[in-house]
């Protein structure tokens, strides 16, 4: 590659997540306090770190060839750029985020267009505007610099546009969604022109399959077990696996090695059936990437 890959970090709650997925991919990023260039071992690559919400308009004027950020910003910014994958980070939650229309619980408001007129708070501010001018409703957008739940409470706007997975907290905050406007993934995206020269799309590509197959091997673990032969056939039957377990002999014996990749959600009921079933000497570990 005549020139490195200007690669986006996302600045702020998705910067630990990204170094962490980048780790178990295969690349080490070293952030060094206030750095905003941070060291990555790969000699095609250049790192920059910025936020999430600003990536979109740095990768679309080729000031960085790719870059991390939320499909909300991207929209925010209506930005053209390069889809290249959707990313879901979450081992806790696969949720996308969600941005949803609220108004306070008591306001009476119960559709977009009792808003007309009315004052909405929100960090997206642009694609608020259009979501209601689509709509055909007028409204008065201000942004909110945060505690934007707040903003109803005290008086300061009628209803917001915020970002939300549960709901939960608006709730708290006396509030109630009337409407979901837009559901948000993490995506890799690239600037159109980086996408076309063959070398930085074979890289973007490369950081693409190796990312996936490291957030593919976040939800799955490998299980290994021996299995006396009159066995093995009970043992196979309950065996999930990608495409089908690995039955290998064991030398001057009457068992064989049993191994597979499943679902860890299927661990806690699968190794006691397969106790039952006549497995022996189970072992469970983690995976970095399926591929």
């Known amino acids: 590659m005549k020139t490195p890959l200007k690669l986006g970090v996302p600045k702020g709650s998705l910067q630990d997540a990204t170094v962490r997925l980048f780790a178990r991919a295969g690349w080490k990023i070293n952030v060094n306090g206030r750095s905003y260039f941070p060291e990555i071992d790969d000699e095609q690559i250049d790192c920059s770190i910025c936020r999430a919400q600003e990536m979109s308009r740095y990768v679309e004027s080729g000031t960085l060839d790719a870059g991390i950020t939320g499909r909300d910003w991207i929209l925010e910014n209506d930005s053209d750029v390069v889809y290249v994958e959707e990313l ?8 996308p985020a969600r941005w949803v229309l609220a108004v306070a619980k008591d306001s009476g408001i119960k559709e977009v267009a009792d808003l007309a007129g009315k004052r909405i708070a929100t960090e997206m501010v642009n694609f608020t505007k259009r979501f209601f001018q689509e709509q ?15 903003k109803v409470v005290n008086g300061l706007a009628d209803a917001i546009v915020e970002v939300t997975e549960t709901g ?14 837009m559901q948000s993934t993490t995506q890799l995206i690239a600037n ?4 076309e020269d063959p070398e930085k799309r074979r890289k973007i590509e490369q950081i693409a399959l190796l990312l996936k197959g490291a957030l593919r091997a976040d939800k799955l673990v490998a299980i290994k077990m021996n299995v ?31 191994e597979t990749v499943v679902d860890e959600s299927q661990v806690r009921d699968l190794i006691p059936e397969l106790m039952r079933k006549g497995a022996e000497g189970i072992i469970e570990y983690a995976l970095n990437k399926v591929i």
């Open 88 to 95: 879901v980070y979450s081992k806790v939650s696969t949720r």
């Open 136 to 150: 055909g409703v007028e409204v008065e957008v201000h942004f909110s610099w945060g505690a934007t739940e707040a």
């Open 168 to 181: 939960s907290t608006i709730s708290a905050h006396g509030l109630k969604i009337i409407k979901e406007l």
């Open 192 to 195: 159109k022109k980086a996408w």
């Open 228 to 258: 006396p032969k009159i066995r093995i056939t009970d043992v196979v039957e309950v065996l999930p696996s990608l495409n089908a377990p690995t039955v290998a002999p064991l030398y001057n014996s009457d068992w064989f090695s049993v």
